[in-house]
């Protein structure tokens, strides 16, 4: 049996700090600002250290967003800088997903990043009305206006919607409508997440479900609407091991970072990379380890980032033509 390709990044989370000044209702991550310590850079480097050599290639930044208008936002901006430098200098490829950023912090850290994140969620402004109510940064026009900004600045990215948040269908399309045609101007979309609501234990929310059935709906419109270079993503904990090869067969073709914890979603834990596999190998597919970013964007990182990424390539090997 000839096996289809899934792939994976093998990555483990880095989170600067969780204080937000959003509060989404669905949120599982945030504290209040300067209600818990910033991740130091002695425990960082401890963190990174014990993960050489173990077959983590990204390590996502993932940070709570600090106001624009906050004293503390340059620090802030540069400790991200500072964190990405150290997991480069480890011989890591760092992915930073901090909120909407202003057009100088972009272009700073993308000189440590090999690729950069932002969730659209929706465009509905309907939203702003319920689970976005206290959630300046989740206005839909800051969103769009952020993935034209890393499309000017040239930075690869991974954008996604986040499903059953209150959005009807015809919202999740003009949300895919939204995220095609950016990609279409700039061309650096390269993976676009289908993230079902789950509810978690700390949240306000706790609402039901994203549905099974809804998602495969949606797996079939987003590849009809969204342009063929941009993988569709999954994340494997959300969704059962049947729903998961049903999501690929749909058109999925990518199960974003696996690593030891999901601290979006703390209350599903990631499988194990190894184990999730030889699940889908009996099924038929392939899983294979890929980088956090795509080869056709290698020409526009800068020399030094370009000589990491290669490394990495060569090491994954040749023959894979998704590394
Ligand atoms: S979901 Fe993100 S932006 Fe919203 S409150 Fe949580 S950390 Fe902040």
């Not at 425990?43 to 983590?56: F, I, P, Y």
Request: aromatic share 6%; net charge negative; hydrophobic share 40%.
């Amino acid at each position: 049996m000839n096996a289809k390709t899934a792939t994976y990044s093998p990555a483990y989370t880095l989170v600067p700090t969780y204080e937000c000044f959003n509060r989404c209702s669905y949120c599982n991550f945030r504290t209040d600002p300067g209600k818990s310590d910033w991740l130091t850079l002695a425990d960082a480097e401890a963190q990174l250290r014990s993960l050489q050599h173990q077959g983590v290639i990204e390590i996502l930044i993932l940070s709570g967003e600090v106001h624009p208008q906050s004293d503390r936002r340059s620090r802030w901006l540069q400790h991200l800088y500072e964190l990405c430098d150290l997991a480069l200098s480890l011989g890591f490829l760092p992915h930073t997903n901090a909120g909407p950023l202003s057009v100088v912090e972009m272009a700073h850290l993308k000189t440590v990043n090999v690729s950069m994140g932002l969730m659209v969620e929706q465009v509905t402004p309907s939203l702003l009305q319920t689970v976005h109510r206290h959630a300046p940064s989740k206005r839909p026009e800051l969103r769009l206006q952020q993935l034209a900004q890393a499309g000017e600045l040239q930075i690869p990215f991974t954008t996604g919607l986040l499903l059953g948040i209150g959005e009807t269908e015809a919202d999740r399309w003009q949300t895919l409508e939204a995220i095609a045609q950016l990609h279409r101007r700039w061309g650096h979309i390269q993976e676009v997440i289908l993230q079902p609501y789950s509810p978690g234990q700390t949240e306000a929310w706790a609402s039901t479900a994203f549905s099974p059935a809804q998602l495969l709906a949606t797996i079939a419109v987003a590849r009809r609407i969204l342009p063929a270079d941009i993988a569709l993503q999954i994340p494997p904990n959300l969704v059962s091991r049947s729903q998961l090869l049903a999501c690929l067969d749909a058109g999925a073709s990518d199960l974003g970072g696996i690593g030891p914890h999901d601290e979006v979603n703390p209350d599903y834990p990631h499988p194990i990379d190894a184990e999730l596999a030889t699940s889908l190998a009996s099924s038929g597919w392939k899983l294979v380890p890929r980088l956090p970013i795509y080869p056709q964007y290698d020409q526009w990182l800068s020399i030094e980032l370009r000589n990491v990424v290669e490394g990495w390539r060569k090491r994954l090997g040749a023959s894979r033509v998704q590394v």
